[in-house]
């Protein structure tokens, strides 16, 4: 599984890369989005926009209580940004999307930057060993 994990992320980062080379910085995240969706199914890799997953707290469901931007062939999380730099926050907010979906690999990147290679952090929840 880690080392599927690791190929798949670098697949996605190359996705990534295609995408920004093309599109430049300066759209809106779902821009980015909608074409690295695109760019992976060129690469026959599958992946679900914008997939709702729910929370319970105290008995109560919440059906939308968050939305993945992207999880890619099931496992892995990718949460896109389009700001000026990336903070705490952002990497919180995939570690949490991690452990809610039960998930180990995440990536948070930012389209926002000159080249994508500095807007790129990896994230792990339990990773396999």
């Given at each position: 599984m880690k080392e599927y994990l690791n190929k798949l992320?670098?697949?996605v980062i190359g996705?990534?890369?295609e995408v920004h080379q093309d599109l430049g910085p300066g759209?809106?995240?779902?821009?980015?989005?909608?074409s690295l969706q695109h760019e992976l199914s060129l690469r026959e890799i599958g992946s679900?926009?914008?997939?709702?997953?729910?929370?319970t707290n105290q008995g109560l469901v919440i059906p939308d209580a968050y939305r993945i931007?992207?999880?890619?062939e099931g496992c892995l999380v990718v949460e896109l940004k389009?700001?000026?730099a990336l903070v705490q926050i952002h990497s919180s907010q995939v570690l949490t999307?991690?452990?809610m979906s039960n998930n180990h690999l995440g990536l948070l990147i930012n389209f926002r930057t000159v080249l994508l290679k500095d807007g790129i952090?990896?994230?792990v929840h339990n990773f396999p060993s």
């Open positions: 992320s670098n697949e996705a990534a890369i759209l809106l995240e779902s821009s980015y989005e909608a679900v926009r914008q997939l709702l997953l729910a929370i931007d992207l999880l890619v389009t700001v000026e999307y991690l452990r952090k990896r994230l």
